[in-house]
């Protein structure tokens, strides 16, 4: 079976305005950038704090603390990804302990990332408010965990695959429905 693409969900446009209201819904929800920081769960999940909390700080005058996470030690199907899998470095240089955590990611899917990105966060400190935000929520949820901030909610069927391109990561901008054929 390959991933065949089906069509185009957004373009850099359409990523960047989602990202500039997400970066606007942060700043409200949490009355300013004051005690805020930014978490992004590899692999594209960084990008994307990196330019939400560039945004924050055109918006606020101030730039969050920015952190780097991996969770791949923190997941429930470790076995069935690798025999030896990839593991990142976790770079978080601030303490959580009392801030208003953001993780952020490019999708959501059936909430397993996030529950690992929560339990890889929880062991650095006890932040006083853990906020998620991702670009796509495509639905399918195997665990109740839901985004605080959502880029574009885009119903899928299990037969179909999200992907988000990034400049940082993929040379090009997009996020597109692709669909096993």
């Known amino acids: 079976?390959?991933?065949k693409a089906k069509s185009t969900l957004m373009n850099a446009g359409e990523m960047a305005r989602a990202l500039t209201r997400i970066a606007h819904e942060i700043i409200e929800r949490n009355k300013g950038a004051e005690n805020l920081a930014l978490v992004g769960i590899h692999t594209r999940g960084v990008p994307l704090a990196e330019r939400l909390a560039a945004l924050i700080g055109r918006f606020e005058g101030v730039t969050p603390?920015?952190?780097?996470?991996?969770?791949?030690?923190?997941?429930?199907?470790?076995?069935?990804?690798?025999?030896?899998p990839v593991?990142?470095?976790?770079?978080?240089?601030?303490d959580v302990q009392g801030l208003r955590v953001v993780l952020c990611?490019?999708?959501?899917?059936?909430?397993?990332?996030?529950?690992?990105?929560?339990?890889?966060?929880?062991?650095?400190?006890?932040?006083?408010v853990i906020q998620y935000a991702v670009l796509v929520d495509r639905g399918h949820r195997e665990l109740p965990i839901r985004a605080d901030f959502v880029g574009k909610n885009v119903p899928t069927s299990?037969?179909?695959?999200?992907?988000?391109?990034?400049?940082?990561?993929?040379n090009t901008e997009a996020v597109e429905l692709l669909?096993?054929?």
């Open 87 to 94: 593991v990142r470095k976790t770079e978080v240089p601030f």
């Open 65 to 84: 603390p920015l952190g780097k996470l991996d969770i791949t030690l923190y997941r429930d199907d470790l076995s069935e990804i690798a025999l030896q």
């Open 1 to 3: 079976m390959t991933l």
């Open 179 to 181: 669909e096993w054929a």
């Open 158 to 170: 299990r037969s179909e695959v999200i992907k988000v391109k990034l400049h940082e990561t993929d």
């Open 105 to 128: 990611d490019d999708v959501l899917y059936t909430g397993r990332t996030a529950r690992a990105a929560l339990g890889a966060l929880i062991d650095l400190g006890r932040p006083a």
